[in-house]
């Protein structure tokens, strides 16, 4: 969750309350969740891999389950273990670099989520070898927002707009009744320029693009999202992958796992979930969209092409 | 504002920032014609301009708590950071802003400026963006 800008609009006569305990809840779950914060659980967990494991509380028990749940169902394309991998590129750190080759399969071997070991009972994870590692940046976000909906909700809150470093979650609808616009980043322009727009009540919307973390180096761009099975940044031919969801931690995993899987990959990946919808646009600039977000996306750049499905 | 907000709604607009790097040009949709410019360093408000009244372009440097700088563009109706020496400079790559809503953050150096302005709510505008 390192490096984001929470933004909240709350409405309602218990907003400032509501937004108060909002607050406290995120940095709770940064706290036990944050790979840079020393005494967070994943710290923990992580220092003990291949000795023992650690028992962890409800969140971020949930959170690892849910990522492991995810690794299965997109065959690794998501993978909580790459930690290594991150760390050794540094991407958006002072420590940003381009590895060996050597380095990266050294890493590499360390990648493998069915080393993690889930103990419900006990609430325990345990990493199976040493050195191993666990990242949950590309789904701790999506949690985070869940969460900060329950809190609103309990608070009486009915409307309000919750936009967590880029996840955006509309709940309810605004306070007028209608429907919450939501733009679409265009990935190749700078941050606000959209490529077109969404109307959505009670929904999480969530993008990964190759534009918001990434360093160049003689005019190749690395990014931030790593293809757990080579260990370098994810060159499927997607620029850009937004996942409509009711749930955020679906809509944080999907649009990560998607966007390592390309695009015919992680279409049928979406049509095959009930309830999930998504925009995909690929490095040919063409924009592709399931049927269910058909007659509600709304293209307002023309240097895009709708491919109609 | 129309009569009926008051009774809907305390409007409440929070900006926090969890921890180091990258900056964010935010939009909402409110547009007005009075432009204040709020910059604020460590979450304290340190200076406001009303950018309308801003006729000769105005240079100057903030300096943060652990000695880096921003240096801040303001012109009519319009401002930017111009230099900064934070590692990325997101900052400064998020260009100007000139409109109430917009936002420009360094999280580095803990500075945030923002537009405030009448809130009017443009009907066609769009409430968030992905990114």
């Known amino acids: 969750m390192m490096g984001t800008i929470v933004q909240l609009k709350v409405y309602g006569k218990n907003a400032e309350q509501a937004t108060k305990k909002a607050l406290e809840r995120i940095s709770d779950i940064e706290n036990k969740m944050s790979v840079n914060i020393e005494t967070s659980e994943i710290t923990k967990l992580n220092a003990k891999a291949g000795v023992s494991g650690e028992k962890l509380s409800v969140d971020t028990y949930s959170v690892i389950e849910k990522a492991v749940q995810y690794s299965k169902l997109t065959d690794g394309a998501l993978d909580a273990t790459i930690e290594p991998i991150v760390k050794l590129w540094g991407i958006g750190t002072d420590k940003e670099r381009i590895p060996s080759k050597g380095e990266i399969e050294e890493k590499l071997k360390l990648v493998d989520y069915k080393d993690i070991l889930l103990d419900k009972k006990k609430s325990t994870v345990q990493l199976k070898r040493t050195r191993q590692a666990i990242d949950l940046g590309a789904i701790a976000k999506g949690y985070t927002a869940d969460e900060i909906k329950k809190v609103l909700l309990a608070n009486k809150i009915s409307s309000a707009l919750i936009n967590l470093g880029g996840n955006v979650f509309a709940i309810g609808s605004k306070p007028d009744g209608t429907s919450w616009n939501i733009g679409i980043q265009n990935p190749l322009d700078t941050r606000g320029q959209y490529i077109g727009t969404i109307s959505v009540t009670d929904k999480s919307v969530v993008t990964s693009g190759n534009y918001e973390r990434f360093f160049i180096v003689d005019g190749k761009r690395y990014h931030h999202i790593f293809d757990p099975k080579t260990g370098y940044p994810s060159e499927a031919g997607l620029i850009s992958t937004t996942i409509v969801s009711d749930k955020s931690i679906d809509g944080d995993a999907l649009s990560t796992s998607t966007y390592i899987m390309g695009l015919s990959k992680g279409l049928k990946l979406i049509e095959s979930i009930k309830g999930v919808d998504a925009i995909f646009i690929t490095k040919d600039k063409k924009v592709y969209v399931t049927p269910g977000l058909k007659d509600n996306f709304k293209m307002t750049n023309k240097e895009f092409t709708y491919e109609k499905r | ?131």
């Open chain 2, 1 to 131: 504002m129309k009569k009926g907000d008051k009774i809907v709604g305390i409007v409440i607009l929070v900006i926090v920032v969890v921890s180091l790097c990258a900056a964010l040009i935010y939009k909402t949709s409110i547009k007005g014609t009075e432009k204040i410019a709020i910059i604020k360093s460590d979450g304290k408000v340190i200076k406001t301009i009303d950018l309308n009244k801003v006729v000769e372009p105005l240079e100057f440097t903030i300096k943060a708590a652990n000695g880096h700088y921003n240096t801040i563009l303001v012109k009519h109706n319009a401002i930017s950071i111009k230099d900064a020496d934070c590692l990325h400079k997101e900052c400064v790559k998020s260009g100007v802003i000139s409109e109430p809503g917009g936002i420009i953050v360094c999280l580095p150096h803990k500075l945030m400026i923002s537009i405030q302005g009448n809130q009017v709510k443009q009907n066609s505008g769009i409430d968030a963006g992905t990114f």
